[in-house]
């Protein structure tokens, strides 16, 4: 199992409430922390379970933000009583005593394992079970940048990587042994670069692997290793539709929680008052009544008792069918088969409420069973034991839309590259001609690098193509890439501007060790 963790980075210490920063709290209160739950309870009860992370390094920045761990707290606390006016208001509605008051006891934990257990701070969790050998926890790009289209420029591909290894090994203290391709966005030869930092392996897109040169003599049922010495993983087709297709996963069952029905939208201002922040501006909230029931916009109320059951009983078919999925492929292989199942992490709780207990009844039931010739395990586990694989190279390929670029690169979006490439060769430049170690010079090198690492990010790309906050990812891309310019004029001018610096240096905090010097040309 690898969970991917990502968000873009979003923070705005300008505003006292930022619309677009309540997706970093939304993911902590509806993915993460019910997450953390579950495997809180898993050790508790002395279960085994092991599972891949991959904490993307704007994720973990956010994590690592005071200011942010405080607003995370408020955000909290304003839905709690959010909630406590709903337990009020829906009296005379018993169908939904149940669903509020299971809101009020999970809001209520999850908030003090927060502020409590982890300090504000989910990624101590993370790193709690990685010390008890439970997750694999591995890094991503620095800002999630679609590395195939960035890497027309190679600097960009190394900016990226040196980035996020640092921030990663200076908080979970120890380096990853594989990397996330955002996206999973590859182009032959970039690992490459992975393997030069002394990364292990990656993970491919389906027919990225599958269509490698020469072809995978076990598919996706093993690795294969690439020219670069990394090993690539691939993501497993059955398993993924399972969860992920609209029409045939789990997900969409008529027993779970319906997302878009929220009290957001179906309340009244005065009854969302004050909670509605900025101003007048409705936005999902987290508290919903309604179960998916079917197609049509008639909802039937929900029932968190059913939907539990429900969530059991597609785990236990989701073991099912992985046992019956390995036990064909051992009839034609020379090892025991290895089913990659990849998923964003927010896909559990945020998007499909009941996942985190999907999640808990996968390792509890398969526990129960004795495993039922079925065992999870790591990367790197099974690289231990395995280490000899086939040698093959993978194709171009992502798990975007397509299954190649076209996503990050169409006519929404096409025309940040060309800026994208000259910002990087104006850091090479940059890199390549100053003195390293002159106060407010190394400074202002290092903020133009988190500024281009900034407008790099994939996320900008997206946003613009779906259409969904396309207004403010444009802005973002734009504003990261005048600072950028700013900071180069005033280098070569030799003319910092320290209230400029120091204004980008508390907004835009993240990659406390980032390193300039990474952009050099090789020739330097």
């Not at 050790?43 to 994590?63: D, H, N, Y």
């Not at 709903?86 to 939904?96: C, N, T």
Request: charge should be negative; glycine fraction near 8%.
């Amino acid at each position: 199992m690898v969970l991917h963790c990502h968000l873009p980075f979003v923070r705005h210490p300008e505003h006292e409430y930022f619309l677009e920063e309540n997706w970093y709290y939304e993911a902590l209160f509806e993915s993460y922390l019910p997450l953390l739950a579950a495997f809180e309870e898993l050790s508790g009860k002395g279960i085994p379970f092991r599972l891949t992370l991959s904490v993307s390094p704007t994720f973990l920045s956010m994590c690592l933000d005071p200011l942010l761990q405080r607003r995370a707290v408020r955000y909290a606390e304003e839905l709690i009583g959010l909630a406590r006016k709903e337990e009020k208001r829906i009296q005379s509605h018993p169908e939904f005593q149940p669903v509020i008051q299971m809101y009020l006891g999970k809001l209520d934990r999850y908030l003090r394992d927060f502020s409590e257990n982890y300090h504000c701070n989910v990624a101590e969790g993370f790193r709690k079970f990685q010390a008890l050998g439970h997750l694999e926890i591995i890094t991503c790009a620095a800002t999630h940048g679609f590395l195939p289209l960035l890497g027309v420029r190679e600097a960009a591909v190394r900016g990226q990587v040196d980035a996020a290894l640092r921030l990663h090994q200076s908080f979970f203290g120890r380096e990853p042994a594989g990397f996330w391709l955002p996206e999973c966005g590859y182009q032959p030869g970039m690992d490459q670069i992975l393997g030069e930092y002394g990364l292990r392996y990656f993970f491919v897109e389906t027919h990225g692997l599958l269509e490698a040169r020469p072809r995978p003599k076990f598919g996706t049922f093993a690795p294969v290793r690439c020219p670069s010495g990394l090993s690539a993983f691939g993501r497993d087709l059955e398993s993924s539709k399972q969860v992920w297709s609209s029409k045939e996963g789990y997900p969409g069952d008529p027993d779970y929680r319906e997302f878009y029905r929220d009290v957001g939208f179906d309340l009244t201002e005065s009854e969302l008052h004050p909670y509605l922040r900025p101003e007048g501006v409705r936005r999902f909230t987290g508290l919903k009544y309604y179960r998916v029931t079917g197609p049509g916009d008639s909802k039937e109320p929900y029932d968190p008792a059913r939907a539990l059951h429900k969530a059991r009983s597609h785990a236990a078919d989701f073991l099912s069918r992985r046992r019956r999925q390995v036990a064909m492929a051992s009839s034609w292989m020379d090892r025991p088969p290895l089913v990659t199942c990849m998923y964003d992490a927010e896909l559990f709780g945020h998007w499909w409420y009941e996942g985190p207990d999907f999640l808990y009844s996968l390792f509890e039931q398969n526990h129960r069973d004795g495993g039922g010739g079925l065992a999870f395990t790591t990367p790197s586990a099974y690289l231990g034991e395995f280490s000899e694989n086939q040698p093959s190279q993978p194709v171009f390929s992502s798990w975007g839309l397509g299954g190649y670029a076209e996503f990050w690169l169409n006519e929404a979006n096409d025309w940040i590259y060309p800026s994208l490439s000259a910002a990087c060769d104006e850091m090479t430049r940059l890199a390549d001609q100053f003195q390293w170690g002159q106060g407010p010079t190394e400074r202002a090198l290092r903020q133009a690098g988190r500024e281009l690492l900034l407008a790099q990010a994939s996320d900008w790309a997206f946003m613009m193509k779906t259409g969904n906050h396309k207004t403010y990812a444009e802005r973002r891309f734009k504003a990261h890439l005048s600072r950028f310019q700013q900071l180069s004029q005033q280098i070569r001018r030799r003319q910092i501007q320290e209230n400029f610096l120091s204004d980008l240096e508390e907004k835009d905090n993240l990659f406390p060790d980032i390193n300039p010097l990474v952009y050099r040309s090789q020739a330097k």
